[in-house]
């Protein structure tokens, strides 16, 4: 029969996996970077997801890291989002995403496959017409998706027939005016990042441009091409998933990934003699070894202000870290506010408005703060404003 644990006793693991229980020294990033990566969207979340984890983190610190030291490294990841992640770690957060079949790869990158159809292609094709012209285009440069996008779809439409290349210059649906065949490019990058051909070089304004890896780092991509273990690489992926956010169930491991629960067992499979089933108000699934650390976990205390999608509200059990009557105002289909833990518990949400170099955050609670915390909050929130280019900051309170 399998053990029954806690709410709070899970809640607590995940929270000590996350490293919120008690800040690191900063010579620990790039491990708190890696235990499940960090996603950056909207930018600069992930500095203040880094913030939240580890002592004295700066702007330039991060920057000297993804731009001189190189030992971060952005790309997009799970679910085609941005994230950063240790460069030595590069093939768990890539080659370890990669679905292995074609139909779990068009899930990945979802919204692909009209497109496909009407050009008569195979994602796999699109693919490989993608890096065919791909080094031709970008080595050397630094190119954001759009221009990157339109050059590449230029090139690749006069290697087509003409039948295949009317479809692929008539317009998508994907952006007004972009060519069907220019929407179906954007996708195929993403698995080219996955495949650890591309990542992103270090904001320019307000674009996050490419570069070709092996330009960009000196050298392959550590653990990838010819030098890929697949298997291992979705094995330790799927092992620091469970770490941070075990207990979980093979729905919740897909949803967070980006594909179908039907496709995870390529992934599931590898780790699942190393798991054991515990009952969290039913079936779920734990590594084994993390169970003593689960029965001893305690709550923290304190107060950190989380950016929108943290990795730690990156969960799909939502209901074990907020009460469903506040989901929607901690997750929304667009503009996800940032969320204020109060003693391991997510207490309510919170917005930035910069004016000028004085940086205002409207915190609205879920329930009245006492004194104390309030104070504490204070405290934090004049910490984050040199993340965000700030010299003061205010506090506006509100409870819902």
């Known amino acids: 029969m399998a053990e029954t644990v806690s709410r709070d006793d899970v809640v607590a693991f995940r929270l000590g996996a996350h490293h919120l229980v008690?800040?690191?020294?900063?010579?620990?990033?790039?491990?708190?970077?890696?235990?499940?990566?960090?996603?950056?969207?909207?930018?600069?979340?992930?500095?203040?997801?880094?913030?939240?984890?580890?002592?004295?983190?700066?702007?330039?610190?991060v920057d000297r890291a993804v731009a001189e030291q190189k030992s971060l490294l952005q790309t997009w990841s799970m679910r085609g989002a941005p994230y950063w992640f240790p460069t030595s770690d590069a093939a768990v957060f890539t080659t370890g995403v990669l679905p292995t079949t074609e139909s779990a790869r068009r899930h990945l990158v979802l919204g692909v496959e009209q497109a496909l159809d009407t050009l008569g292609l195979s994602l796999s094709?699109?693919?490989?017409?993608?890096?065919?012209?791909?080094?031709g285009v970008l080595s050397g440069r630094r190119l954001a998706i759009n221009e990157l996008g339109a050059e590449l779809a230029q090139r690749i439409a006069g290697a087509l027939p003409a039948a295949r290349r009317k479809s692929w210059r008539s317009e998508g649906p994907y952006a007004a005016n972009q060519p069907l065949g220019e929407g179906v490019v954007h996708f195929c990058l993403r698995i080219l990042t996955l495949e650890g051909v591309l990542c992103f070089a270090p904001r320019?304004?307000?674009?996050?441009?490419?570069?070709?890896?092996?330009?960009?780092?000196?050298?392959?991509?550590?653990?990838?091409?010819r030098a890929a273990d697949p298997e291992a690489a979705r094995a330790e992926l799927l092992h620091r998933y469970l770490r941070c956010y075990g207990p979980s169930t093979r729905k919740d491991f897909a949803a967070w990934l980006g594909v179908s629960t039907g496709d995870v067992d390529p992934w599931w499979r590898l780790v699942e003699d190393y798991l054991t089933e515990v009952d969290l108000g039913g079936p779920a699934w734990l590594r084994t070894e993390d169970l003593d650390t689960l029965r001893s976990a305690r709550m923290p205390s304190g107060v950190r202000l989380l950016p929108p999608r943290d990795p730690y509200t990156q969960l799909r059990d939502r209901e074990t870290i907020v009460d469903k009557k506040y989901h929607r105002d901690v997750w929304k289909p667009v503009g996800d506010p940032g969320t204020l833990l109060v003693d391991g518990e997510i207490a309510g949400t919170w917005r930035p408005c910069k004016n000028g170099r004085r940086l205002t955050l409207a915190v609205t609670t879920f329930r009245p703060l006492p004194a104390g915390k309030k104070k504490v909050l204070r405290d934090e929130a004049e910490q984050l404003a040199p993340l965000r280019g700030a010299s003061s900051v205010a506090v506006e309170l509100e409870d819902r």
């Not at 491990?31 to 580890?54: K, T, W």
């Not at 094709?125 to 080094?135: D, P």
């Open 22 to 61: 008690e800040r690191q020294e900063a010579r620990a990033l790039l491990d708190v970077a890696g235990r499940c990566a960090v996603q950056n969207s909207p930018p600069g979340s992930a500095l203040q997801a880094l913030h939240a984890r580890v002592r004295d983190v700066t702007p330039d610190l």
């Open 125 to 135: 094709e699109a693919v490989e017409l993608t890096r065919a012209e791909l080094r």
């Open 204 to 225: 320019a304004g307000n674009k996050a441009p490419f570069v070709l890896v092996d330009e960009w780092l000196g050298h392959p991509l550590p653990g990838t091409g």
